[in-house]
């Protein structure tokens, strides 16, 4: 990382070491265009659900603890969850629309196969990590996994767990994490075990793909960033139209006008794009 302060956009890599956008949109999409409804309370907490009502998504900025996102399948919608997958708010946005893109795919195609579909083995969701070359240990019927730099990792317990213990989140048949050791900067992902895993590994392949994102300078947790590879967003270039805009501003700035008319404004050439949301992270009650 640059040893003077960044202002603005920036590019990071690797993602776990990214940060939460904190805005819910890109991970709420995929399920909305494949006919899921959503609606919201008065805190600003977004519930999207299947039509049927057997797949249902929370985004909890309000929520009782750091638990961000929380996506369970109920094969009887009045029944306690078949699965569940939660994600805590520092866990980068983009391992969430990867869980939800591929969740909205397959529930359009086949409801129940992500509900009560055969279970695939483990292996599947290990495979992104084996073929990004994270580094691979065994404990008694734990499977663990590093990636290079150490700073992000996946557990896979193995054996048979309490599923209401699961659900409470006492015991963890998978448990996914990045980011350096710290309230603030490490991210944690949970999924059950029937959680299909071709679910899990979309979000393991998302987790290795070692292309940038973009971020917010402040978005990137500061415990992160000296680990992270950062650099600025490049600015926009301008289009032939922003070229014509930006002569047509300077000719209107020179041409002779009454002085009681108000002078030309003067032309930026990002100023016809819309400003990215939410630059600040908001930070919920109770939280830093």
């Not at 750091?66 to 391992?95: I, M, Q, R, Y």
Request: with cysteine; charged share 20%; aromatic share 8%.
């Amino acid at each position: 990382m640059p040893s003077h302060p960044l202002d603005g956009d920036i590019h990071v890599a690797p993602l776990y070491l990214a940060g939460s956008t904190a805005i819910c949109d890109p991970a709420l999409q995929p399920l909305l265009d494949h006919g899921f409804t959503a609606q919201s309370d008065e805190l600003a907490n977004v519930y999207v659900s299947s039509l049927d009502q057997h797949v249902r998504l929370g985004f909890l900025p309000e929520g009782p603890d750091n638990t961000l996102w929380k996506v369970a399948a109920h094969s009887d919608p009045f029944g306690p969850p078949d699965w569940l997958a939660t994600f805590d708010d520092n866990t980068p946005t983009e391992l969430v629309t990867a869980f939800t893109t591929t969740l909205a795919a397959r529930y359009s195609e086949d409801p129940d196969a992500v509900l009560t579909g055969a279970r695939r083995p483990a292996e599947e969701g290990f495979r992104p990590l084996q073929e990004a070359g994270w580094k691979r240990g065994t404990w008694q019927l734990t499977t663990l996994f590093t990636a290079p730099d150490e700073l992000a990792g996946l557990t896979h317990r193995g054996g048979v767990l309490n599923p209401h213990a699961e659900l409470r989140g006492d015991q963890d048949r998978w448990l996914l994490w990045g980011g350096h050791d710290g309230y603030s900067s490490r991210w944690y992902a949970t999924f059950t075990t029937a959680v299909p895993v071709d679910l899990i590994a979309a979000t393991t392949a998302r987790l290795t793909d070692p292309a940038p994102v973009l971020r917010y300078e402040s978005e990137v947790p500061k415990r992160n960033r000296n680990a992270a590879r950062i650099r600025p967003a490049a600015p926009p270039v301008p289009t032939p139209l922003d070229v014509r805009r930006a002569a047509a501003a300077r000719a209107r700035s020179h041409a002779a006008r009454p002085v009681s008319r108000a002078p030309a404004a003067t032309y930026s050439p990002t100023a016809h794009l819309p400003a990215r949301p939410n630059h600040g992270r908001r930070v919920a009650a109770g939280r830093s």
